[in-house]
């Protein structure tokens, strides 16, 4: 039974192998050198697909999703993942046993960049990276106004999650409509839709922060200021958690004010011990850091202003003015000026992370992404900083504010119900095989026991960058907007061809309301 069992599995592979090598497409299918997109970021999972697709053009996207499509009672196992820049942690951008599409080969990546209009913006390929964007759109003195941390990501990664960094309390995060015009989108049955606010709407509004399970983004429209070129970068410690979130609030609140930061983040050091290095601190901060840490958590602020150089003066005594009514500890104060460039693009994890995977196999990143709602941040620094992270160095926690009207559409990403949400980022590395706190059993155990009690605690916290394991589990995510998310996945990609590995609707099973 199991050699009949497995002579029709080999026929059927055969048989799709075949019928793939027969779609008429600009780039190629690889069935070899599959281990090339069997690992991700988070190096937990290494899963190896049947196919890699290259694409050259969308069209190439497209038959092969309308090929899968059409045969869907032939290969009702196959999916498809569209693979950016990997830098999920769980998986979400590998497939087991089906198709890979390595969006970086799309050669429609070219940036094309519209100075005269306004607003003014770029359309660029869906794999491009925001690195890669920015470059380009600087040319013409021009940038997107909303980032990520790290700009080794693609445009279609960030857009199917959110984007968010310390401008997010004054643009939104980048799927806010007023940084993403316009998409082009394959959707699950290989339809090429272009789709905006105006066009096809209910597509554009599913497809960011969809978790890739609507449509894949083969091009993005991205809207454009002027680009600033210098930096104010500003770091402050502060003693106490409350004194920090009240300073944040009151900074991210005067941002209609005549003077307001560009950027505002926060993080929390934990447990640092005497020899603790990281490369997130110089050595100049760490000599700050250590004057005042004492084994105490440490509370930081972190600001930027973007400027240009004629503007100098005034932006030195405004933002004088302002350091001056925060509570920080005085002698705290780190400041330095940087180009525009060089701050966006300052965390550098490893200029090839997949040479990291292999040169440090047994790094895993177990992180976790939690938005809280403004009226429960203290109950979670108290509990979460004050007792579950008390003994243990777990850094950094990268923890910010930012208003939600700058943030909610009709898009596909949730969030908590209150006006100021706090992002919450836990994005410590772990050792594989050690059973030490730094050890990655111990510290999922910490990141459950994080989660446990934001349950039970009931603080109305979302993930972000979501990862659950079960549909109870996504449907008690997505709350209300379970019907609508499922409703858009019957309408877009019926059979649940696309990112299986985000876990939400298996293929071959019935998507239920
Ligand atoms: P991948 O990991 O390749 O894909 C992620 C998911 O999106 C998969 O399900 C995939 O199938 C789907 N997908 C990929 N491309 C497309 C597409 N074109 N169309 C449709 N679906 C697609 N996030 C923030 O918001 N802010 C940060 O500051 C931030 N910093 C980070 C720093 C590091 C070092 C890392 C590892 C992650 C960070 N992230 C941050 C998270 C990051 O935004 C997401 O993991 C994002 O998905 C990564 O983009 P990627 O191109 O690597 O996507």
Redesign the pocket.
Known sequence: MNNLYNTNANKEKDDLISSLKELKLKGYFDFENISNVAF??GNTYHLQPMAVLYPKTVNDISTTIKHVFKNGNVYPQLTI?????????QA??QNQGGIVIS?ESLEEAEVYVESEKQPCYADVS??ELWIKLLRETLKYGLTPKSW???LN?????????????GEAFKHG?QIHTSNVLQLQVVTGKGDIVNCSEQQNSDLFYG?LGG??QF????KARISLQPAPKLVKWIRVVYSEFNLLTKDQEYLILSSNDSFSFDYIEGFVLTNIVNNWTSTFITKQQLRVIQSVSQGKLLYFLELAKFFNPQDQTLVNRKTEKMLSKLKYIPHTLMESEVGYVDFLDR?H?SSEFRLEVIEYPNIS?PWINLLIPKSKIHLFGAEVFGHILANISYNPILIYPFNQSRWKDKTSVVTPEEEVIYLAAF?SQAKINSSGMDGLENMLAVNQRILEFTEKAELGVKQ??PFHETQDAWRAHFGKRWKLFAQRKLAYDPLSI??P??RIFPRGQPILL
Do not use: C, E, W
């Open positions: 991700d970021f993942t569209a693979r950016g820049h990997a830098h999920s942690l979400q951008s969006m869906g794999g990520t941390d790290y990501l693609t445009v279609g990664g960030t857009l199917s999650n959110a984007g968010i960094s995060p497809v978790l890739g449509g894949i983004i083969t965390i994890p990143f994005v972000y960058l696309l990112a590995k985000q």
